[in-house]
């Protein structure tokens, strides 16, 4: 535990909790340094798997202002913060040898919006909302989110979320696909940890693969993810987990799996 992020660990399941309840856990650079060095404990201890969360009422409230170097009149260089802060933390999430899990308990806004969408797999309680807040202050969605909108609902509706600034309930969100499920308030700690839990049993490096595999097709051809999807199948043609998994198939048994 640090001054703004929680660390539990429990059957191979990291818990990481963003912890500025008072500021709807937006983020300082305090909290992206602890944030960063939470992901790096979690993998260090052995976690096989990620849930991302907010303390109190809100998810993430994206960046907070306060925080910032800002005198009235003068420039900005969000360019900087966004360079040291933002896209590292986005690009360590993607490259997590192991499923992340967003299980958003609230508002998610801004950055924390797009914080919520870097993870892997996104659960989201019934009364959350995600809200593309940049443009009410002049800005445009930053964390990947002029990535992560088009890819995942299409421009029409990427763009209107973008320069409307309008707030996307959870259960549209689901709907449209922007997030995996929506769930009720009282049952997404519970469906987070159970699905953290599974996910920790599984052949954690085919699942590293696949979050490889998946993310590297945005952007290559058809020809390169053939390449990437014979080179992954090699490697894990070769592990521990791949024997096991046959093994128990061909024994009529559960497999038990060892991320090897």
């Known amino acids: 535990m640090t001054a703004t992020i929680q660390l539990t660990l429990e059957a191979n399941v990291a818990t990481i909790t963003l912890n500025r309840p008072e500021k709807l856990n937006s983020f300082t650079r305090q909290m992206h340094a602890e944030l960063r060095e939470a992901l790096d404990a979690a993998q260090a201890q052995g976690a096989r798997a990620i849930v991302l969360t907010g303390a109190g009422r809100g998810f993430c409230a994206g960046q907070d202002l306060a925080d910032l170097d800002f005198t009235p009149g003068a420039s900005t260089d969000l360019g900087a913060l966004i360079d040291e802060n933002f896209n590292p933390l986005v690009r360590k999430l993607r490259a997590m040898p192991m499923p992340v899990i967003a299980a958003v308990n609230g508002i998610a806004a801004g950055a924390g919006a797009n914080l919520a969408l870097a993870c892997d ?21 930053d964390t990947g989110g002029t990535w992560f909108l088009p890819q995942r609902i299409g421009m029409a509706r990427a763009m209107a979320l973008a320069m409307l600034g309008d707030k996307l309930s959870a259960e549209q969100a689901a709907e449209w696909g922007l997030i995996w499920r929506c ?18 049993t ?6 590293a693969t696949i979050k490889e595999a998946l993310y590297a097709s945005a952007t290559n051809t058809l020809d390169q993810q053939l390449d990437l999807e014979r080179d992954g199948q090699r490697a894990l043609g070769a592990s521990y987990d791949y024997a096991e998994g046959v093994n128990a198939f061909l024994e009529k048994r559960a497999p038990k799996f060892e991320g090897r």
């Not at 019934?126 to 002049?138: E, P």
């Not at 769930?183 to 920790?200: G, H, P, Q, W, Y």
């Open 121 to 141: 797999i996104v659960l989201a309680a019934s009364s959350a909302n995600f809200l593309q807040a940049f443009v009410k202050i002049g800005l445009l969605p």
């Open 202 to 207: 599984q052949p954690t490096r085919a699942l």
């Open 183 to 200: 769930v009720d308030d009282d049952a997404l700690t519970a469906e987070a940890n159970k699905l953290a839990t599974n996910l920790a």
